[in-house]
T-cell receptor
Framework: GAVVSQHPSWVICKSGTSVKIECRSLDFQATTMFWYRQFPKQSLMLMATSNEGSKATYEQGVEKDKFLINHASLTLSTLTVTSAHPEDSSFYIC?????????????FGSGTRLTVV | QKEVEQDPGPLSVPEGAIVSLNCTYSNSAFQYFMWYRQYSRKGPELLMYTYSSGNKEDGRFTAQVDKSSKYISLFIRDSQPSDSATYLCAMSAGMGGKLIFGQGTELSVKP
């Protein structure tokens, strides 16, 4: 149980276009989801925290107008990278807190590899 | 100074060895401590979690937390080639709160 499905698993887009990444909690409701990015050989850096029905909270240095997060339902959160540039190429991972299930821990999506050309 | 420090390795050990992975942290508010395993370009999977100080054992894995020293460890006994992965420590101040990761240690277990 507690599966988060993330799509797409990889995407290549042209510079200047926008890309949407979806994360769905399949068998539980996720009030809170987190979005991370990970560069090669580096750790997961938290980008933002999204709460269902409210605006996301962005970490310092993350451009909220560039990385649009929507958490319109308890089972779906989306990250849209707007006007993507090659420096946005990275591995993006979503995570859902399991606290709604009364469980400590977090479950992660399988990640999206974004390449901007 | 990063909130969570972890030696990135890489660490290479022979099969059957005991592996010790460690993290230090600076934020005394952290209460929940976790270890994740991540295979190349996949999402992390939870190995173990510990609340506050103490030890926890699960099969070949043992997690230790020493809050007085702000130091956590993961021990892997009888390491196997299938344990080869990147191991990330992570911690949060509250249940369900934002999770802060260490840099990750790349482990290779040689047959």
């Amino acid at each position: 149980g507690a599966v988060v499905s993330q799509h797409p698993s990889w995407v290549i887009c042209k510079s200047g276009t926008s890309v949407k990444i979806e994360c769905r909690s399949l068998d539980f409701q996720a009030t809170t989801m987190f979005w991370y990015r990970q560069f090669p050989k580096q750790s997961l850096m938290l980008m933002a925290t999204s709460n269902e029905g409210s605006k996301a909270t962005y970490e310092q240095g993350v451009e909220k107008d560039k990385f649009l997060i929507n958490h319109a339902s308890l089972t779906l959160s989306t990250l849209t990278v707007t006007s993507a540039h090659p420096e946005d190429s990275s591995f993006y991972i979503c995570s859902a807190s399991l606290s709604d299930r009364g469980t400590v821990g977090y479950t992660f999506g399988s990640g999206t590899r974004l390449t901007v050309v | 100074q990063k909130e969570v420090e972890q030696d990135p390795g890489p660490l290479s050990v022979p099969e059957g060895a005991i592996v010790s992975l460690n993290c230090t942290y600076s934020n005394s508010a952290f209460q929940y401590f976790m270890w994740y395993r991540q295979y190349s370009r996949k999402g992390p999977e939870l190995l173990m979690y510990t609340y506050s100080s103490g030890n926890k054992e699960d099969g070949r894995f043992t997690a230790q937390v020493d809050k007085s020293s702000k130091y956590i460890s993961l021990f892997i006994r009888d390491s196997q080639p299938s344990d080869s992965a990147t191991y990330l420590c992570a911690m949060s101040a509250g249940m369900g709160g934002k999770l802060i990761f260490g840099q990750g240690t790349e482990l290779s277990v040689k047959p």
